[in-house]
Every structure is written in structure tokens, then in C-alpha cells.
């Protein structure tokens, strides 16, 4: 076995391999618990047992373990489901943002689609017909989302126009008004 495989499973192993791999993963383990309390603040302990031994392993060290996992213990029980993570629910999590950004993607890519085919037939590259059915159908899209947008200009320049009549006619008034 060279360097780069990884024997995911120890059982066809003798006793003393076994514990050697053990070893290394647990100063791995180790290394990234390290690295956590110091990177993101928080306390960190690993116990590990084999059944059937007397020997456990505790990292930093079991006074330290205990203390770790008996001030976890001493929180209320609100507070205690509050900073519990599991594993689980935070690897869904990322999952979920993962799949909302993704969505985010698609939806700019079928925008920038619908411009581009819209573009294409005002400037005359592609006719209407050369268009297929998944094709005409973005362009209807486009074609709901300008109208809308061209009807809410619309309604801000009439707005607009309004708001600048009634400013002039109050003007026009006030210039009447002092002048007999």
C-alpha cells in the first residue's frame, strides 16, 4: 500500500496495526480539535474508548474532558439544545445554501438566455421561425416581464407629469394671485 491509499477498514487487520492507524488518526483528530478552539473560539474535548480495555484515550487531557462536557451539562436545557450542532443538520444547511445559490445561477442564466434571444431577433441575427418551442417560450417570458416593466414606467411618467401640471398651475396661481 503506498502513501496515498487509505485503508478504510482495519478489521482483516493484526491487533497492532490496528492500534498504530488508531494512533495516527486520533493525533490527527487532535491537530484539527487543536485548530478549532483556537480558529473559532470554542471548547473542544475527544474521548475515545475501545470496549473491552481499560485504557482511555481523552484529549487535551480527562480533567479537562470532564470539565468540558460537565460545564455542557450544566446549561439549561434551552441553552444546551441552542449550542448543540449536529453534524447532520449543518452539513443540510450548507447543503441548502448550496442549492439556493445554485438556484440563483439558473435563474440569472435563463435572464441572460431570454436578453440574449431577444436581442438576436431585434437585431435580425435570427428570424422567428429559426427559434425553437424552449426558445419562444423564454422570449414570452421576456416579452410578460418588459411589458410589465414598460407599464410601470408608464404609470411613473404619467406620475410625473401630473405632479409637474399641478406644480406649474400652483405657480401659475400664485403669479395670478398677486397680480390684480
Same mark, same amino acid.
Given at each position: ?18 492500534? #498504530? ?9 487532535? #491537530? ?15 474521548? +475515545? ?11 487535551? +487531557? ?8 460537565? +460545564? ?97 398651475? +400652483? ?10
Amino acid at each position: 500500500m503506498n502513501g496515498k491509499e487509505v485503508c478504510w477498514t482495519t478489521r482483516n487487520l493484526d491487533e497492532g496495526k490496528r492500534k #498504530k492507524i488508531l494512533a495516527e488518526r486520533l493525533a490527527s483528530l487532535c #491537530k484539527k480539535a487543536h485548530e478549532l478552539t483556537i480558529l473559532c473560539d470554542v471548547k473542544v474535548s475527544i474521548i +475515545s474508548f475501545t470496549p473491552g480495555e481499560t485504557d482511555i484515550f481523552a484529549w487535551p +487531557s480527562l480533567d479537562e474532558a470532564n470539565d468540558i462536557v460537565n +460545564s455542557y451539562l450544566a446549561c439549561p436545557e434551552k441553552q444546551r439544545k441552542y449550542k448543540l450542532v449536529e453534524h447532520e443538520a449543518y452539513l443540510q444547511a450548507i447543503v441548502n445554501d448550496r442549492e439556493e445559490d445554485i438556484r440563483k445561477l439558473e435563474q440569472m442564466v435563463e435572464e441572460k438566455k431570454m436578453e440574449n434571444l431577444f436581442n438576436q431577433l431585434v437585431e435580425g441575427r435570427k428570424r422567428f421561425d429559426d427559434f425553437n418551442v424552449r426558445d419562444i417560450k423564454c422570449l414570452l417570458k421576456l416579452f410578460v416581464v418588459k411589458r410589465a416593466e414598460l407599464d410601470q414606467r408608464k404609470i411613473q411618467l404619467r406620475e410625473n407629469i401630473a405632479n409637474e401640471i399641478g406644480a406649474n398651475d +400652483s405657480n401659475a396661481r400664485e403669479e395670478n394671485d398677486g397680480h390684480p
